[in-house]
C-alpha cells in the first residue's frame, strides 16, 4: 500500500516523482494484479466539520484490496490540487499495470470525506473547499462524480 500526504502533492512537480514511483515498479509484481484503487480520506476540512473516520475507513479497505491483488494508492486530506494530482496518479498506476499484463484492467476511485450535491450533480468535496456556492450552482473547488 502506497501512502502519502497530499500536502506534499501541492506541486505539479511532487506529483510527477509519485507517478514515476508508480511507474518504475516491477512488471512481474504488477502482472497478476486485478486492477488499481486509489482511495483519498479527508478528515480534516478549513471550512467545514472535521470527520474522525475517513482514515481508517480507507485504511481498512486498502488493506483487505490489497489481500485480494489490488495496487492501492492512499491520500489523505487532500485539497483541490492533490485531488487533481491523485486522479492523474491513478490514470498513470492503470497504465503501468495494463502494460505488464497487456489486457485492459479496472481502475476504482473510492472517497472518504464531505460530498453534497448541486442541481442533481454530486460532488466531492476538498478539504480546502469554502461552505459557499458560487453563482450558477458550483461548489468551489468540488468534483463532479
Known amino acids: 500500500m502506497s501512502t502519502f ?24 509484481e504488477m502482472s497478476n494484479k486485478k486492477g488499481v484503487v486509489l482511495l483519498i ?5 478549513t471550512f467545514w466539520p472535521t470527520l474522525t473516520t475517513p482514515a481508517s475507513d480507507a485504511r481498512q479497505l486498502a488493506k483487505a484490496l490489497e489481500t485480494a491483488n ?9 485539497d483541490a490540487n492533490a485531488m487533481r494530482s491523485a486522479v492523474d ?3 498513470e498506476m492503470r497504465k503501468t499495470v495494463q502494460q505488464a499484463q497487456a489486457q485492459d484492467v479496472p ?23 469554502p461552505l459557499h456556492v458560487l453563482a450558477g450552482g458550483a461548489l468551489y473547488t468540488s468534483f463532479n462524480i
Do not use: E, W
Open 89 to 91: 496518479l491513478l490514470v
Open 107 to 129: 481502475a476504482i476511485l473510492c472517497f472518504f470525506g464531505h460530498g453534497c450535491q448541486i442541481n442533481g450533480q454530486n460532488q466531492l468535496v476538498p478539504v480546502d473547499s
Open 70 to 78: 489490488y495496487v492501492t494508492q492512499l491520500v489523505f486530506d487532500a
Open 5 to 28: 500526504p497530499s500536502r506534499s502533492m501541492r506541486t505539479t512537480q511532487a506529483s510527477y516523482k509519485l507517478i514515476q514511483s508508480a511507474g518504475a515498479q516491477n512488471n512481474a
Open 41 to 45: 480520506a479527508n478528515c480534516d476540512y
